[in-house]
């Protein structure tokens, strides 16, 4: 009897162990799946530009996405209803990140390249450690720094034409000049800080209402100034109002607005609301690299050695950051 004790309480403590771990990998899962979309979501707007325009597109994505989350809140069983104490934050929530992420995302997607585009949209991991820092007081100390200036280095590696670096390589200093930012990768340089800024906002958002639900009124909110600007004012372009779209490019518009938005946004401002916010954002470093994966596996192509070293960077600074309060106190 003596015996069989040890195997009894080995199998019982060994239960509870692997009944953790399942939710664990499901819950890192679920955190990866935001960036997983974002990677391929850029892609599927790209080939629609030719034929809408900017802030058609922009609202195009993210009223649908709206229409879609609203009912999943209340068939998941979440309180739909925003306290009256948040909704000030959600209107300025709403503003900055649904009507000014959004829009200048579309127009300055049409004005640059992607890989230049990913390369800046993706920086905002570097703006939310500055805000979180600046306005939550969360700590990033020397290791998170190492991790977000390896993330960025990764992005740049897997974003930025290989002739760019090589040459910076032969002509040095003076070709930084022509890498100055032209007026698209401004626009998708303050794309990146209303994200960062909205990211943070949410935060306040959602001090006493569900996130889910905080994310779903703040699309619809925040897209319907979107339709206001894309039917008069200077960015109007009435021959491009109402899209007459293929039904390839309209199954493009409901990848972009289900997956890359409605689903996308819901986990990303579900996760940002609670824990560590410069460590979740971090995972924006892998969104481009979720982009080259797809294009790897669906169009088989070949990633260049700059582009390995960028997805070593990116996994690299994620695994710091992530683990910059335990590797610190090492």
């Not at 009256?84 to 649904?98: E, N, Q, T, Y």
């Not at 979740?280 to 700059?306: D, I, K, M, N």
Request: glycine share 10%; charged share 10%.
């Amino acid at each position: 009897m003596q015996g069989a004790q040890p195997t009894s309480s080995l199998s019982l403590s060994s239960t509870p162990v692997e009944a953790i771990a399942v939710p664990v990998v499901l819950r890192w899962l679920a955190m990866l799946l935001p960036f997983a979309l974002w990677g391929t979501a850029m892609a599927a707007m790209k080939p629609l530009l030719q034929e809408i325009s900017p802030l058609t597109l922009a609202w195009l994505r993210i009223l649908p996405a709206a229409v879609v989350l609203l009912p999943a809140v209340v068939l998941l069983g979440r309180r739909l209803q925003v306290d009256r104490r948040d909704w000030g934050w959600l209107l300025l929530f709403a503003l900055v990140d649904g009507t000014f992420f959004h829009g200048l995302l579309s127009e300055g997607l049409e004005r640059t390249g992607a890989g230049l585009g990913s390369v800046l949209i993706d920086s905002q991991p570097l703006l939310v450690a500055l805000l979180a820092r600046w306005l939550l007081g969360e700590s990033i100390n020397p290791i998170g720094w190492l991790g977000l200036l390896l993330g960025f280095s990764g992005i740049l590696c897997l974003g930025l034409p290989l002739g760019a670096f090589e040459h910076l390589w032969l002509e040095g200093p003076p070709v930084l000049g022509s890498l100055l930012p032209d007026r698209g990768a401004l626009l998708m340089l303050a794309a990146a800080a209303a994200m960062a800024s909205g990211t943070l906002i949410s935060r306040w958002a959602c001090r006493h209402s569900d996130p889910v639900a905080v994310t779903a009124w703040h699309l619809l909110l925040g897209g319907l100034p979107l339709v206001v600007f894309s039917l008069v004012g200077p960015l109007a372009d009435p021959l491009r109002l109402l899209p007459q779209l293929s039904l390839q490019q309209w199954g493009l518009v409901a990848y972009a607005s289900v997956f890359g938005t409605a689903l996308a946004y819901g986990l990303f401002f579900w996760f940002a609301s609670r824990g560590d916010l410069t460590g979740f954002t971090a995972l924006t470093f892998l969104t481009p690299v979720f982009a080259l994966a797809s294009g790897l596996v669906l169009l088989g192509e070949q990633l260049r050695l700059l582009q390995w070293l960028g997805v070593v960077l990116a996994l690299g600074s994620v695994l710091l950051i992530n683990r910059r309060g335990a590797l610190w106190r090492a």
